[in-house]
């Protein structure tokens, strides 16, 4: 009997084995092809240098006066979910704009969280060289300089994205852009519901300028992996809910922001599904 | 090896993006974006990036290059018809502004010229700052 228990410890072992073995050879499989993909990726770098930075957002949320509420942001231990690199540079991207949100708002604490959520990201990406973690924390923890913070978060994220660039990253530094821009609007979205301001309306309504942006690149990209195909699809979901979306701009004329209850609503709606997607 | 080192070796602007920062500072500009301006010797004439503006904020575009007062390089703001809306160059008194700040009242595309007018410096930068 005990020979048997044994014999079928051992065949479980040994299957289980074999499937983590599967499982790594479907990993190495991914991976390479996440390799081929990074070459295949049309990536337009002179758009995404344009992109605005997501923290003009998230300061412009800051101003509405709306109390910091963390649970609005993605969770720090979420960084052990992301094992594949489209899903680290998604996931990078909302992590800066969380760690944005959590210093402009003077919270040391969570942001030291964030800046390790976003170092494990880095890590992930191979692009840790570009910031100076030691220097970002120790001003974090002093919470004395917000500019400087600012300053030196912005001067890692322009060296990554130049190294990125370098290194024809295409389909990492857009995912990276994508997932900071998500994660902002998702912020100005879930504040607005709360506080009726016309500047956070207007901040939303010209986003239609950056997504229209995105799902050009998102489209052309789309065959490449079953990923993108997926990426493309969601963020599709959000250029239509921008479609009734407009910022009417006159001369001499106040800014006129065509978003009706519905529209918001419905664009609230797919943001957030959006983005809970992203972060799970 | 040695020519890229070497193409490398002569436009560091760590020194420089820090500079620009700086002139960030006093009127409580913050950090958006740095922008190494490479002209590759001189064989570059123009260097263009462009930038997503806002409507209803204040951006500072700073400057800097080996010389302390900027000397030679300046910027010309172009919109999205690439109509020059304001240059940090006073053709007049011959003079390289260390920065400009300007108001957005219209969101969209902005292009950023930069150029060498004078001199043999090539190697410049700049950072683009915010404030509501």
Redesign the interface.
């Known amino acids: 009997m005990k020979k048997i228990i044994v014999a079928l410890s051992l065949s479980v072992f040994w299957v289980a084995c074999n499937d983590n073995n599967n499982a790594n050879q479907e990993q190495k499989k991914d991976e390479v092809k996440e390799q081929e993909v990074k070459k295949d990726f049309k990536a337009d770098f002179d758009i995404l240098n344009a992109m605005p930075d997501p923290i003009e957002i998230v300061d412009l949320v800051k101003s509405t006066g709306i109390d910091y509420d963390n649970s609005l942001l993605n969770k720090p231990e979420n960084t052990e979910k992301y094992n594949s690199e489209h899903k680290m540079a998604l996931n990078m991207g909302v992590y800066t704009v969380d760690l944005g949100y959590t210093n402009l708002h003077n919270k040391t604490q969570d942001a030291i969280k964030y800046l390790d959520a976003t170092k494990k990201m880095t890590n992930g990406l191979k692009v840790s060289q570009f910031f100076d973690f030691e220097k970002i924390k120790s001003i974090t923890q002093e919470g004395k300089d917000l500019n400087q913070l600012i300053t030196t978060t912005g001067i890692g994220l322009d060296k990554m994205r130049q190294g990125l660039e370098d290194e024809k990253r295409g389909e990492a530094i857009t995912l990276i852009v994508a997932g900071g821009w998500l994660e902002a609007v998702y912020l100005a979205t879930q504040v607005a519901e709360k506080a009726d301001r016309k500047e956070l309306k207007e901040k939303i309504a010209d986003q239609k300028i950056v997504i229209t942006e995105l799902i050009k690149m998102f489209e052309a990209n789309k065959t490449t992996s079953k990923h993108l195909t997926e990426i493309y699809e969601d963020f599709k979901k959000i250029n239509d809910a921008f479609t009734n979306i407009a910022v009417k701009n006159e001369e001499g004329k106040e800014v006129q922001v065509q978003m009706s209850k519905e529209d918001f609503n419905k664009l609230n709606q797919t943001i957030k599904e959006v983005r809970n997607k992203i972060i799970s | 090896m040695l020519t890229a080192f070497w193409a490398n070796a002569q436009c560091d602007v760590t020194e420089y ?1 820090n500079k620009c ?1 700086e002139r ?2 006093p009127q ?1 500009y ?5 922008y ?1 301006l490479d002209f590759l010797n001189g064989s570059k004439k123009q260097i263009m ?9 204040m951006y500072r575009i700073t400057l800097a290059n080996s010389d302390k007062d900027n000397r030679g390089l300046f910027v010309t703001l172009l919109d999205s018809e690439k109509k020059p809306l304001a240059s940090s160059y006073i053709e007049k008194e011959k003079k390289y502004m260390p920065a400009i700040d300007i108001k957005c ?5 902005y292009y950023l010229a930069y150029s060498v007018n004078e001199g043999k410096d090539f190697c410049g930068s700049s950072v683009i700052g ?1 404030k ?1």
């Open positions: 993006i920062a960030l500072k409580g913050k950090y958006l974006k740095s190494k990036y462009s930038y997503v503006f806002s409507n209803n904020t009242t219209r969101t969209g595309i915010f509501r």
